[in-house]
């Protein structure tokens, strides 16, 4: 589904994400996970057209970012880091417009608004300006966004970051739910959050892959030692 | 293909002009734009003794200048300030679709703004017989100036997530379209003058003002703008 060819992404001499080669498959759940700085916000805005690549490519069923970009966005719902969105609208307005951009049929529009409300239990706030949420709020409003229009693939930087211990469990849930349809991408640094959710993990340190593992093979790894102590020798080890 | 883009230019042209008009900034300039043309009009316009709208379209570029980058100077610096530049950007729109939604805004709101100024006009039918086909070809010539400094305003927001330095640079660029015939009388040769004022966007305003509409005044304009939104798009793609 999602195929990651040697990206490569300098900022002037940094490199923020070196020669990263993985695949994702279509219906996985893929926790990315990675130290602050390891390049995994990089990486989503490249697949996301936020950004371009180096050198390297991605390829997303037969697209290819350098040609294909806006077929790729129309596959793709993202949801960014702390998810920014305009301070000044309504939250139905900003639902309204994304359903518009994301080419939501007129007829079924209000229908699917008022589904993703439901979802992401955003009904007592949809007559709220976005600047008087809450950052749990925000959150999911976030998250219906990239939800909007049924994209096939899902992008989730740290969804969870910033909510309560409800709003996490919440969250989670809607990401298992909707991943029995969807490919996701996701990343945390909540392990056990990712162990508990993803099918795969691929951990990235310093822009380098350090592991691309299935759940299998996880729990093989982590049978004697935790995922924490595993995921320290995998990003710290080549410190020393 | 062709139809969904001009889809998503109206959908991102309808929410950029309805933000205009949720921040009380809006009404704020439309107030001190009429509050000082109003003056600059009528505090000459009984001493001159002419039943014409001259002298209020003599003052325009200048006003505009000064006006119209502090309208357009948040269109891009806001976005990315604040973040949602990426939200719009990993959105299934083209820079395209971007740069004419927010410009056409903007130049639907300097349609607002001149507006209540066609008061003027039908005032001063109560004092003389005014010439109506000036005052039409003059208003055409207004809007095509707004657009151009529109468009300028634009190229300068998207250069800087700074409001404050978009709105200088877009100024300091709009005041010398519409000063430098000004300029230039006071330092060069006539002959130079002759040469240089196809540059100013005051001369060919003036022209179509005169009610003489010509190709080459309408040309210079719409010049203007493609260069401008042109150059705001190479910006955009710079930032990737």
Redesign the interface.
């Known amino acids: 589904m999602i195929k990651f060819e040697n990206l490569t992404r300098y900022y002037g001499d940094v490199c923020a994400v070196d020669h990263v080669s993985f695949e994702v498959k279509k219906g996985e759940i893929l926790g990315f996970l990675g130290p602050n700085g390891a390049g995994k916000t990089t990486t989503y ?1 490249i697949l ?5 690549a180096t050198s390297g490519t991605i390829k997303v069923k037969d697209y290819d970012i350098h040609e294909d970009q ?1 077929e790729i ?2 596959l ?1 719902g ?1 949801l ?1 880091e ?1 998810a ?6 309504l939250v139905y ?1 900003y639902l309204n ?2 359903a ?4 939501v049929a007129e007829a079924g529009k209000l229908p699917h608004i008022k589904k993703l409300a439901d979802l992401c239990s955003l009904n007592e706030v949809m007559h709220k300006t976005v600047s008087q949420l809450s950052k749990g709020y925000r959150q999911r409003v976030g998250i219906a ?1 990239a939800l909007m229009g049924n994209p096939e693939i899902l992008v989730l930087d740290e969804p969870t970051v910033g909510l309560d211990p409800n709003q996490i469990v919440d969250t989670r849930e809607i990401i298992k739910r909707i991943g029995k349809e969807k490919t996701i991408i996701f990343s945390t640094h909540i392990l056990s959050e990712a162990k508990a959710t993803c099918d795969r993990f691929v951990i990235i340190n310093k822009g380098k892959l350090a592991a691309d593992l299935t759940i299998d093979q996880l729990k093989d790894l982590t049978k004697d030692r935790s995922f924490e102590d595993l995921f320290r020798n995998l990003t710290r080890g080549d410190n020393q | 293909m062709k139809n969904k883009t001009t889809e998503n230019v109206k959908h991102i042209f309808k929410k950029e002009f309805k933000s205009y008009f949720v921040s009380p900034i809006a009404y704020i300039v439309i107030s001190i734009f009429l509050l000082i043309m109003g003056w600059l009009f009528f505090s000459t316009f009984f001493l001159n003794d002419q039943a014409s709208l001259a002298v209020f379209f003599a003052k325009l570029p200048a006003a505009f200048a000064f006006i119209i980058p502090a309208v357009t100077m948040r269109l891009f610096s806001e976005e990315m300030n604040v973040g949602t530049y990426e939200l719009l950007l990993t959105l299934p729109v083209t820079f395209r679709d971007i740069i004419m939604g927010k410009f056409l805004a903007a130049v639907a709101f300097v349609a607002v703004m001149l507006a209540p100024t066609l008061v003027y006009a039908v005032t001063v039918t109560f004092m003389g017989s005014l010439d109506w086909g000036t005052v039409i070809s003059s208003y055409f010539g207004a809007l095509l100036l707004g657009a151009a400094f529109s468009a300028i305003g634009l190229l300068a927001s998207a250069m800087s997530r700074n409001q404050v330095v978009a709105f200088i640079i877009g100024m300091a660029i709009c005041v010398c379209l519409a000063l430098l015939t000004d300029f230039l009388l006071y330092f060069l040769l006539d002959s130079l003058v002759d040469f240089f004022q196809y540059f100013s966007a005051q001369y060919h305003f003036q022209n179509i003002a005169k009610g003489t509409i010509d190709s080459r005044n309408i040309l210079y304009f719409l010049s203007v703008i493609f260069v401008a939104l042109y150059g705001a798009n190479l910006i955009m793609q710079e930032k990737k």
């Open positions: 805005r996301t057209g936020y950004l371009q806006l966005k129309k793709i993202y960014p702390s920014p969105i305009y301070h000044d609208m307005d417009y994304i518009d951009i994301r080419g966004h």
